[in-house]
């Protein structure tokens, strides 16, 4: 059974910095892309960022220049290192792969169980 566990949240202080980690395990066969999302109070779920298994990343234009995107094949963990926070950062990030695991033949949308991170003075 596949599932991802995600670290790396907390309160953090404007201008601050955090890194989120989300780490795969079990019967994994290859992981495609990874992507964090976010939900604030009130709001929707939101894309932050995203990279596939070819590096390419993509981010919402807010958080273009501050947030970076990453990948360890290796480690089957994803990262979402993030710089000069603001207080309209905060949320509940969740991360998300495309994992075929080791009976399927498709890859299937995995998610995990999410992390808050506070920006807050």
């Known amino acids: 059974q596949v599932h991802l566990v995600e670290s790396g949240g907390g309160l953090v202080q404007p201008g601050g910095s955090l890194r989120l980690s989300c780490a795969a395990s079990?019967?994994?066969?290859?992981?495609?892309?990874m992507g964090w999302h976010r939900q604030a109070p009130g709001k929707q779920l939101e894309l932050v960022a995203s990279?596939?298994?070819?590096?390419?990343?993509k981010y919402v234009d807010s958080v273009k220049g501050r947030f970076t995107i990453s990948r360890d094949n290796a480690k089957n963990t994803g990262y979402l290192q993030m710089n000069s926070l603001r207080p309209e950062d905060t949320a509940v990030y969740y991360c998300t792969m495309l994992i075929r695991d080791l009976t399927e033949n498709s890859f299937a949308r995995y998610w995990g169980q999410g992390t808050q991170v506070t920006v807050s003075s």
């Open positions: 079990g019967g994994i066969g290859s992981i495609g892309a």
């Open positions: 990279i596939n298994s070819d590096d390419n990343e």
